[in-house]
Each structure stands twice: as structure tokens, then as C-alpha cells.
């Protein structure tokens, strides 16, 4: 018995320094009860707890689809030991562009070319990712071949990708032909509405094996662990930058296309605006190191978890809304505190 | 002081390093401390320098027993420590980097800068280093890195001195600096633990040894009675063979020719050239620019002027990429610095330069990268747990392998390496000499350069010296002895 202790009390401490996913999991975990208790666990009506259950993890899931994407391209740039403010700005513009090459009001660009239907809507998916990756691959140049720091480079054009689209929307007000390509969003599976959910876990998974399974996830991983040998290894530092900041672009775009085809609409001024923070807080929490080299898509995942069941949460205790960003700083600030330890391990 | 170990037990997860070791250093005394790579050297010093705790066993200072539970605690009790993997801070200036988390102060908290110049000055000045005060920690190359890291150690009056293979990147010259320096301590009163795996300077230094293997006190003893020969046969357990010299052969294709070579006040005028199959030796003291020489070939610095030919024809690597493409590779020196991924486990890092030939459908195989890894692991006698651990578990002289096994799978033409053995044992260090003939027997040109002259001399069949930027000699055969090479190395050559 007290052998089995001891061997129960190793085993976690082993896991708790050595495995940086595993505080991040707890914490998920111990969400994930405070969450169960907020719904009322009832015995008695098992069937009736357990639907709504579902449906609260669905919701939660699908409103954090989008920053879950966001989160994953962050992630990377991370890893390559740098920071992509201008996720939130390159959503919005991506989202214009979106909007003008679908606009069903007469002034579409698809349209107008002839072009209709699911071909069109494919066509400004295509474009729209495109143009993503061009305004991240503005960023990647500076960063990588201008030689600024990052967190400058991004300031600056998350001021000026924003800026110029609200400018240029101006008086334009594209619609949104929701009744044909809403579904891409919104169609609903076993009724319940789960298509954000399916991009972003594929997403996940197929970043999961870019970082696991090639060489371009490896170097992600040198260069932010060590510039300098990567260099001398012969790998081409400044490709593997730029890299980072065109799939995050991409990517963001994607996730603009998603959020545009479930709601129908974007506010030029304020939609993904603190995107980069949640972005950051969520990719922080899950482990990965700020100044690069360590982090995981995993940890990613767990990481937009914990902050969107705790959004969720406190939500369901009905904590005053202004006071909910001050829960979301204590979490990231206890999520740097636990990886501390491998400072002084 | 008196410095006493008594039964040191460490593991590191289920693996025990240290099995029950005791020994002890008193004031005055130079304690060799010996051992293979990954004997439990540096863990050792890491309990007394609070970087790690012991499982069980006591450290006494002076009789009374303590626990060193972090870096502060050891310094407070006198004891400094130059570690094996140096970590500068390059944004800072060499007084500061001196003074760090010591820095002199003034009234209300403000530096004194000042005083620390003064002070550092002064010290510089005392070693007669030329290394201004004022110039940044990343401007300085590899050994006056080490040379700096070492007067922090003075700096803060130590009575204990533990350092930690604090010779690996420094020429004939500085090393002889060090051991006046070291010697002058003594004479005050200071104990000093010492690492190395050169054994002449050892014996040359040393009062006192200690040998482990594999975690146990295996040997120790005064210095003046054993000769070098024991002390590697208490080292690696058996009889070691004398290290023969590579034999002086005729090779015909050039393949690297070099010609002119200048880059702004790292070297001038440089003009050499190197055959298929030859190990050519590249040597000189501190500043000798033969680092940057190489570097600049390898398209790190391509910003030189003059002309080099590969294979006849004209080439200018731009970058890093393009010299691995066309053939030439460079292993660089001081492997924390310049070549280990701390992020990476030992597999990635051994084979890092190669990931692309393990690819299909541009997803990696393990299988591949892995039997291709264990071959040169066997070859090198790898000390490793697992192969996916992190490569900073390793020892270090365990890393130093793991990067050359990095650049041994590209398969190169021109094989250049800066420092190869930095770190490595007596037996490894036989081991890597053979499989550096094996590679230049294959037709491979290769280059290495080295301060130490014995490994010159053992390895090389034709060295070339340089002063300041500049070949002022060129050895060849018989003729490389450490005197021949000593002269131009001082710029007395000519
Ligand atoms: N943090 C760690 N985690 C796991 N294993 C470790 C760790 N640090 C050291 N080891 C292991 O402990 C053993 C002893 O390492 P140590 O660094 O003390 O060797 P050393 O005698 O200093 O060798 P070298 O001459 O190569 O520097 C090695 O086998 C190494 O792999
Ligand atoms: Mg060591």
C-alpha cells in the first residue's frame, strides 16, 4: 500500500518536470470538473445532463474554432523564437477581401467575372488564403531579409493592415450571400453544427505532422532554439521565417473565411481585434516557451482549451463580463509561473 | 579550505551517476579531477556548485557539512565555478560580462562603471591579455570568451576554483597564461579543481589527482608519482595504444584552392590550397584568424575579397546552404555556441544536417535516420540514454560527438573542423583520429584546425601556421614538431 503510494507520488513528480504538457493538462482537467459542477451533475436524469453537456462543449469548441486556428499558426512563429502581432488585422483584411469577391449586392468581383456558385465560392476561398499568406509573407521578408524584430514588424503592420481596410471599406458594404455558402459553416451534423470544429481539428492534424514528421517542423524547432548553429548547419534561416509568417497568414485568412460563412458579416473595426493576445495567451498557457525552440501543437490545443472552457466557465457563474479578462491574466500568469520550474529544475 | 566530498550519490531519473564518491581538496592543492566522458565529472562539481543536489552523501567545507541549494549559496561559501559550456552574455561588454551579478556600486545603487573598467583593466592587464574592456561579449571569438569567463572567477576572490575543461578552445600560448595565473593563486593559498582531458598539461599543473569511471573513484594520488601513462590507463581501464602519427602520403587532385584571401582585419592575403584525400592542419595562437578564415570560405562571412576555386573552377558561397550543396562542410568550434540545439534530442541533433535523405513524401522516417545515427553512436562510443532525451543530458564530450556525427553523415568533399576534439577524452580522441583518416582515405580533403599542437602533429600530414591573419609558415611531415610550430606561431618564424 505505501509502496504503491510512494510509486503514485514519483510517478507525478517525474511527469510534473518532466513533462511540460502535463500541468496543462491538470489545469485542463480541473476546469473540466468546475465546469461539470456549474452545469449540475444530476444522477437521476443521466440522459437529460449529458445532452446538455454535449451541447455546451460544442459551443465551446465552435466559438473557439477560429482563435484555435489563429493559436496554431501563433504557435509556430513562436517556436521560431518570434511574435505575429498583426493576426488580428491580416483576420479583417482577409475578411474584406472575402466579402468583396463574394458580395451578392451587385458589386462582387466573382460575380462580375461570370463566376457563380460553389467554382466562385472555391475561387475566393483560394484567394483569400493566398492573400493571407502574402500580407504574413509581408511580415516574414521584414522580419527575416530586413532584419527587424519581429514584435516591431507585426506592430506595425497589424496598424497598417487594419487602418487601410477600414479606409478602404469605407461606404463599401458588401454582402455576404449567406443562403448559399453559409452552410460551408453551418450545415449541421447530427444536428449539431460542428464544421468549425472539423477545419480546425484537421488543421490541428495535419500541423501536428508538419511539426512531428518534416523537416521544415525541425527547423522551426532549431531556429528558435539556436539561430546560430541552425545557420551553420546549413539551414536556411531566414526560408524558415519567412515560412512561419506565411502559414500563419494562410492560415488566419482561412479561419476569416470560416468565421464570415458562420456569422455573414464582419465589422471592419473591431472583428479579431485581440486576436493576437488571445492568440499569444492561449499558445503561452500551452506550454511553449516565449523566446522559442519548445512548444507543441498538443499544448496549443490544450492552451486555446483552457482559456475558451474558461471563458465558458465563467460565463456559467455569471462573473461580471468585465471582470472575465482579469481571470483570462491570472491564467496566463499561473501558466508562466508552472513553467518556471524548468528554469530551476 | 578544505573541501571534503564524502559519499556522493546522484541519478538522474533511473540512471545513477555517481556511485558513492568521496574525495577532498584543501587549499594550495591543484586536484585534477579525470575521467572518460560521462564518468560524472561535471555532475560532481555541479553539487558543489548548487546546480544540482546530491542524493545522498555530504559536502564538507572546513569540517562543518553544508548544502549548497543554489549557485549564490557556493559563491558565498568561496567557491567559483568556470564551466564547460561557457554562457556569455554577447549584448553585454566584456567589463560587464566580468562584473556580472557582482557589479561595483555607487551611492543609491548606481553602477560604478568606472571601477569595473579600472578593475578589469587592471586584471586584463595583469594576464597580459589583449582584449579591450570595452568591446562586446559577441565581437570576441571562442577562446578570449573562455579567457574573460575565467577573470570573472578571479574577479570574485575565490578560495575554491573549480573549472571545468577551461583549456578546450585556447592555444599553447593562452594556456600557459592560465597555468602562471593558476600557479600564482596557489602560492596565496587558493584551491583549485581542475578537468581536463589533456593529461600533459595535467601533469604539468597539477599536484593532485582523482580519477572516475563510471561514477567511482578508481585512482587518485600525488601527481609527481604516477606518469601520464598510468593516469590514461586508470582513465579508460585498460592499456591504451600509443596514438601513431597519419602517414605522409602523395595526393594528386586539388580540390580547394584558395588565393588571396582578405577580410577586414581578420586575415589578409591568405593563399593555400588542399588535395583530395589530405588532412591538412590549420594552427596559430589566439587571433590567428584561422577560424575566420573558414568561416568566410564556408559562405558564413562571405564578404571577403579574393578568389577561391573549387575543383578548379571559381566559387563564392553565399551562404551556409550553398557550401553544404556544393560539398564543403564545416564543423564548427565551441559547440554550444555554434552547433547544439538544446531544444533537439540527441537523434535530431546527430542528425540534423541530413534530415532531407530520411524523407519520403516529404515525411521523415525514423528507421533510416535512426540506423544511420547508431552507426557513427557505436563508432564514437556514444554515452547515451535514450535516443530521444534531450542532447544537454549528454556530457559534454558525449555532445561534442554528436555534432561531429551531425557533419560525418553528409558525406562531404572538403571536411572542415574547427577544434574537433574539443572536450574529448583520451580514447575517444584515438577513435575520432582514426575515423578522420578513414574519411580522408575515402578521398575526402580535409581541414582541421586546432590550437593543440600535439594534435596537429598526430593528425596532420601537412600543417600550415598563421599569425595575425596571415600563413606565415607551412610544416610538413617530420617537421611539425611543437617547437617548429611554436616559432611561427609567435611570429618568430620568419
Ligand atoms: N540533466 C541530465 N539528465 C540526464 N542525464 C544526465 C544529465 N546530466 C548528466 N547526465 C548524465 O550523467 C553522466 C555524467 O555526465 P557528466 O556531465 O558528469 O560527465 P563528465 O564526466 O563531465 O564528462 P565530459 O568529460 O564529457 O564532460 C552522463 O552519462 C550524462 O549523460
Ligand atoms: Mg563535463
Known sequence: ?345 | MLIEFSNIYKSFGPVEVLHGVSMSVKGGQIMALLGENGAGKSTLMNILGGLLRADSGEIFLDGSPVVMRSPNESIAHGIAFIHQELSPVNDLRVYENMFLGREERKRFGFLDRAKMRQKARELLADLEIEIDEETYMRDLDASHKQIVEITRALLCEARTIIMDEPTTSLAEHEIELLFKLVRKLVAQGVGIIFISHKLNEVKDLCTDYVVLRNGYVVASGKMDEVTTEQLSEHIVGHELAQMSRTAVMHHEDEVLRVEHLSRERQFSDVSFSVKSGEILGVTGLLGDGRSELFRSIFGDTPDYEGQVYLDGQPFHAKSTSQAIRAGIVLVPSNRKENAIIPDLSVLYNGTLATLKRYCRLGLLRRAPQESEFLVHAADFRLKYGKLDDLVTTLSGGNQQKVVLSRWLNTNPRILILDNPTQGVDIGAKQEIYEIIRKVASTGVAVVVLSGEGQEIIRLCERTLVMYHGRIVGELRGDEMTEQAIMKYATGLGA
Not at chain 1, 62 to 85: H, K, P, Q
Not at chain 1, 132 to 150: C, E, Q, S
Not at chain 1, 265 to 274: H, Q, V
Open chain 1, 1 to 345: 500500500m505505501d509502496m504503491g503510494k510512494n510509486k503514485v507520488i514519483k510517478w507525478f513528480s517525474a511527469q510534473w518536470t518532466g513533462n511540460p504538457l502535463f500541468s496543462t493538462t491538470l489545469a485542463l482537467c480541473a476546469i473540466i470538473i468546475l465546469q461539470t459542477c456549474a452545469l449540475g451533475f444530476d444522477y437521476a436524469s443521466f440522459g437529460e445532463w449529458w445532452s446538455k453537456f454535449c451541447n455546451n462543449w460544442i459551443i465551446v469548441l465552435r466559438n473557439n474554432a477560429t482563435t484555435g486556428i489563429v493559436s496554431l499558426g501563433m504557435a509556430f512563429v513562436i517556436i521560431s523564437a518570434g511574435i505575429d502581432l498583426a493576426v488580428g488585422s491580416t483576420f479583417v483584411a482577409s475578411g474584406a477581401l472575402f466579402l468583396l469577391l463574394l458580395d451578392s449586392s451587385g458589386a462582387g468581383l466573382l460575380p462580375a467575372a461570370g463566376l457563380s456558385g460553389w467554382p466562385a465560392f472555391g475561387i475566393a476561398v483560394v484567394l483569400v488564403v493566398l492573400f493571407g499568406a502574402l500580407l504574413g509573407g509581408v511580415n516574414g521578408v521584414l522580419v527575416a531579409d530586413g532584419g527587424i524584430p519581429p514584435f516591431i514588424v507585426t506592430l506595425g503592420t497589424m496598424k497598417i493592415y487594419r487602418s487601410v481596410t477600414q479606409h478602404f471599406m469605407q461606404g463599401r458594404s458588401p454582402t455576404f450571400p449567406s443562403s448559399d455558402f453559409g452552410s460551408f459553416s453551418t450545415v449541421t451534423i447530427g444536428g449539431y453544427m460542428v464544421m468549425p470544429i472539423v477545419y480546425w481539428l484537421l488543421i490541428a492534424a495535419i500541423l501536428y505532422v508538419i511539426s512531428k514528421k518534416t523537416v521544415f517542423g525541425t527547423h522551426v524547432v532549431a531556429v528558435g532554439s539556436n539561430e546560430k548553429a541552425a545557420k551553420l548547419t546549413g539551414i536556411s534561416v531566414k526560408a524558415v521565417k519567412r515560412m512561419v509568417y506565411v502559414m500563419t497568414g494562410a492560415l488566419v485568412a482561412f479561419a476569416s473565411v470560416i468565421q464570415i460563412c458562420r456569422i455573414g458579416s464582419m465589422d471592419y473595426s473591431n472583428a479579431g481585434s485581440g486576436y493576437e493576445m488571445d492568440a499569444i495567451a492561449s499558445v503561452i498557457v500551452g506550454g511553449t516557451r516565449m523566446s522559442g525552440g519548445r512548444g507543441t501543437v498538443i499544448g496549443t490545443m490544450l492552451g486555446v482549451l483552457i482559456i475558451g472552457v474558461m471563458n465558458n466557465l465563467l460565463n456559467l457563474y455569471g462573473v461580471p463580463p468585465f471582470l472575465r479578462e482579469a481571470f483570462k491574466g491570472v491564467i496566463v500568469i499561473i501558466a508562466v509561473l508552472l513553467q518556471k520550474k524548468e528554469a530551476t529544475s
